[in-house]
């Protein structure tokens, strides 16, 4: 399984991309395999500031719903509208075109975000 260095992970399988004071986020490639074929995303939260570890959307897949846990408190600017047309794209391209939403951040990152490497031994990968 592929987890690239660059990025930051949570335990809810969750990744974060900092650029600046955005970060873009989305499910781990451990998290839709576990998943399956993606059919829907669901983000309602766009404008509205978050607080970490709250909910800000849902994934269905065909087994299941499961919910979308913020992994750093903000003001989400952006939904990947790309997935309401295709979210397979989140099984095909987790780490790129299958990206959820984009957050606006003040302030330092949360500590219990892990590295690629502390995410995969969490995963057992």
């Known amino acids: 399984m592929d987890f690239p260095n660059e990025l930051k992970y949570t335990q809810d399988h969750e990744w974060v991309k900092i650029e600046g004071n955005i970060a873009t986020i989305g499910i781990t490639e451990f998290a839709q395999k ?40 903000g003001e989400i600017v952006e939904f990947n509208e790309e997935l309401e047309a295709s979210p397979e794209l989140v099984n095909e391209d987790p780490y ?27 995963v057992g990968a």
């Not at 990206?99 to 995410?119: R, S």
């Open 34 to 73: 576990e998943l399956g074929d993606i059919v829907y995303v669901e983000v309602e939260t766009v404008g509205e500031n978050i607080d970490s570890g709250e909910v800000f959307g849902t994934v269905e897949a065909v087994k299941t719903v499961s919910d979308l846990f913020m992994p750093i408190s």
């Open 96 to 122: 790129g075109q299958g990206w959820m939403i984009k957050v606006k951040f003040d302030g330092d990152l949360p500590a219990e975000l892990l590295t690629a490497e502390a995410y995969s031994e969490l």
